[in-house]
Every structure is written in structure tokens, then in C-alpha cells.
């Protein structure tokens, strides 16, 4: 994954939200605002020079609507993603937007704490879909991904007593491994007890994201060890 800042152009025609807004971003992590737009037509211009990587658009502009600014970016070739913040709670319009590439949709009025978690899942998705070597992702790093976009932080069902935030940091570190390791290696590395890392690892495995295998020592027990599986 790039190390490089989530460019962020914030769209709000109202200044004091646009600030909140503004707020709200710098307040997280891997985060920058790039700019601030009071218009649809001013959001087009820097969109479309492929310098952005995030737009948080308000759907009620002065000028078009936030569909219309979809329409415009997609007819241009944007890829850019997009956070609706709107007040219309018409399902109609979710539709309508999701159709046009938004990727979440935040309804207003929100409070700090779920903008930020809304930020937050993004930035684990987009850490999920570009992990994979060589741009070549498989089923279970799509269906990872996109399980990142939703409320739980997860998407996915997990066992009782793991979490979402702790299993992004394993899955982190055995993608960064060039060798199997054991669950006594994870949890050092990542100050777990072992047995909490084992238990992700195991999760892992189970979901065929990573290969168990054994290790026979002189000694002792047979160590099972874990390697993310790349194909």
C-alpha cells in the first residue's frame, strides 16, 4: 500500500459545515483536504485533473445537483470516489447515487464520531483493495474489501471476541511476511498473547485467506505456521 495521503476535495456550499468537515478529515489519519469547492462547477475542475483520490460531495448545491456532478465526473472518465453527505433520506436517491460509483452515503445530520468511523472504513477498504502484488486481487480480497465499507468495520461475521480493527493489523503484518510464521511470531510482533493470535490466524485460515501448514521440529510439539495466500 501507498504511504501517500488520501487527497481529499471537500464539496459543501455551506461554510460552517464545509469547516466541521474539514475538521473531521484532518482529524484522521492518512487523511488531507485538498481543497474546498462551494459549487458543483468548482468541484468539476480539480476532480477532473486526476490530482484527487476522495470527494465528500453534498448532494443540495447551488448551482446542480450532487447526481449531476456524478454524471459529469463519470462522463469524463473520473474513477474518482465519492461520500455523498446529503439530507435526503429517499431511497430512491441511494440507489441513483450508488448507480453513479458512490461509494458510502451519509445522511445529515451526523456527529463527529460517525464521520470519522465513515473515514475510517474507507481507509481500510482502500488499504484492503491495493495490497495485493501486482494489482491482481483474488475473491476473497475483493469480498475483504468491500466487507470494509460497512458500519461493523467488518462486513463479516466474527467470531465472538475478535475485532475488526485487530484483524486488519494481523492480516497487515502476514501480508508483509516473506515466510511462514508461527502465532508465538505474530504475537510478538504485534504485542497479542498468543493465543489471541492464534485465534486470528485460524480465522484466516478458515476463511482461505491464509495456508496453514506445519512445522516438525526435534522437539517438542509440531508449530502450526501461517502464510497469506497470494494466488
Known sequence: MSD??????IVEDDPVLAAKLRGYV???PGFVVSGVARSGKQALTPALRGRLDLILLDFFLPDMSGLDVCRALRAGGSTLDIIAVSLVRDLAMVQAAMSYGVI???????????????LERYSAFRRQITA???????????????????????GVTLPKGLSAATLDTVVGHLRGAVRPLSADEVAGGLGLSRVTARRYLEWLAGQRLAIRTMSYGHTGRPRHLYLWRRT
Open 4 to 9: 501517500q495521503p488520501i487527497r481529499t476535495l
Open 132 to 154: 495485493s502484488p501486482g494489482g491482481l486481487v483474488r475473491q476473497g480480497d475483493v469480498d475483504l474489501a468491500l466487507s470494509r465499507l460497512r458500519p461493523d468495520g467488518s
Open 26 to 28: 484532518e482529524s484522521v
Open 104 to 118: 458510502q452515503y451519509v445522511v445529515k445530520p451526523f456527529t463527529a464520531t460517525a464521520f470519522r468511523h465513515c
